[in-house]
């Protein structure tokens, strides 16, 4: 997996546990997201910087427990604009939040996922182009990407154009996919191989 | 608040959901069986927000991620609105909502929709924006022919697939991927009217007056 979509994984593993927990120290929530400590930590500083997390300072109940006698320090969900992940570009030393309507960026595969899920049971892909805004060749490549991983389905008998549906909704989060086709759905947060379709 | 509405097949729930998608909004369907709390519901798992016990809890919490994010919320077939149970106490809570979270708020809905709107003070007095779709007209539907086609289409078969289609987009997007379909079979770039008549074909597979 490239290292742009690995941080931008690790960045949606920590904003979806940063929002279900609401209170946190670093440690528990490396934990939970299962990245790397130094990652945790510039995440959490830049959405400190951001005005998204309050340091709380550290938890007594923790001290006693703690093997230096020093508990973690405690952090807290203080600007919660929704379930799309804040992502920090290193790069470009920049905070940008999808959930905002002003956001600078929109990402074509989220627009993509966005417009099948409200025509949901029928649809064809020139609909989705025209509502997501996408060229023919990219909605089709989005497609047959959806298709293979168990969302989408081409309805029978074939016709042309061909007619989708939508048959696994599984949140307002797009499946994020890798160059190899593995993907991994943060709606819930599960991961599969091509072709074997989640259940 | 805001209001969208216009009769069946006018291009309305593509529209709205072009900017939904283009703006980040939330965009939901409304469903017959609505309730209070099955709006809240619904909501909720949009915004991925825990649901609680207690609908005011959840109700706090939508209305925090939707004052914070700012992001507007549009209601498409609103006419299912009417459907459920108690309409004026789901309106009250959209109003609730809207009130407290402070964000925009469109009803997507057909024309009956619009004139049962009308009835009630409260939500109506709320909606400072109106956007009637109407019926196309000849110069629309030369518009996404050149937009969509991919063969010509000429002025008197354009004039017949308007005339039939009583100018609903959707019966003219349809009835010109007809005409796009007998272009290809016969490998031509121009289709009129004499032709799409000796095909003997139709622009749609059953002839219905939508409007009168």
């Known amino acids: 997996m490239a290292r742009r979509s690995r941080q931008s994984l690790s960045q949606t593993l920590l904003w979806l546990n940063i929002r279900d927990l609401g209170e946190f120290s670093l440690t528990r929530l490396q934990r939970l997201a299962n990245v790397s400590y130094r990652e945790v ?15 709380l300072g550290e938890a007594p109940q923790d001290r006693a427990v703690h093997p230096i006698g020093r508990g973690p320090n405690i952090y807290r969900l203080v600007r919660d604009t ?8 290193l790069e ?3 905070l940008i939040d999808p959930n905002l309507p002003d956001c600078p960026t929109s990402d074509p595969m989220d627009r993509c996922w966005q417009a099948i899920r409200i025509y949901g049971q029928r649809f064809t892909a020139a609909q989705i182009e025209e509502v ?28 042309r154009p061909p007619v989708y549906r939508l048959i696994r909704n599984s949140g307002p989060l797009c499946p994020m996919f890798s160059k190899g086709g593995s993907c991994f759905d943060p709606n819930t947060q599960e991961r599969h191989e091509p072709d074997q379709p989640l259940t | 608040m805001g209001l969208v509405f216009g009769f069946a097949g006018a291009g309305k729930t593509t529209a709205t959901a072009r900017t939904a998608v283009s703006a980040g909004a939330l965009y939901l369907r409304c469903s017959p069986v609505w309730t209070p709390s099955g709006l809240l519901d619904d909501l909720a798992k949009e915004l991925r927000v825990n649901t609680y016990r207690r609908n005011q809890a959840t109700l706090r919490a939508v209305v925090d991620v939707l004052d914070q994010s700012r992001r507007a919320v549009f209601l498409d077939d609103c006419d299912q609105l009417f459907v459920c149970n108690e309409p004026l106490k789901l309106f009250e809570s959209i109003r609730y909502i809207h009130d407290q979270a402070n964000v925009p708020l469109l009803f997507v809905g057909q024309e009956t929709f619009e004139s049962k709107i009308r ?9 400072s924006e109106i956007i009637e779709f109407k019926p196309l007209s000849l110069d629309d539907a030369a518009a996404i022919a050149q937009a969509r086609c991919e063969v010509e289409v000429t002025e008197d078969l354009l004039a017949q697939l308007h005339k039939e289609c009583d100018g609903s987009c959707g019966r003219i997007v349809v009835g010109l991927s007809a005409i796009e379909k007998l272009g290809r079979q016969q490998e031509i770039k ?11 074909l139709r622009f749609f597979l059953q002839m219905q007056r939508l409007r009168s």
Do not use: M, N
């Not at chain 1, 805004?133 to 016709?159: A, M, N, Q, W």
């Open chain 2, 119 to 127: 009835r009630w003070e409260q939500p109506q007095r709320r909606i």
């Open chain 1, 82 to 89: 929704g379930p799309k992940p804040v992502r920090y570009y």
């Open chain 1, 92 to 94: 470009r030393d920049e």
């Open chain 1, 41 to 55: 930590y510039r995440y959490t500083q830049e959405l400190i910087k951001g005005g998204y997390i309050d340091e």
């Open chain 1, 132 to 159: 997501a805004d996408l060229k023919h060749r990219e909605c089709l490549d989005y497609l047959r990407r959806f298709i293979k991983c168990g969302y989408v389905r081409k309805l029978s008998p074939p016709t």
């Open chain 2, 190 to 200: 121009r289709v009129d009217l004499d032709l799409w008549k000796q095909s003997g």
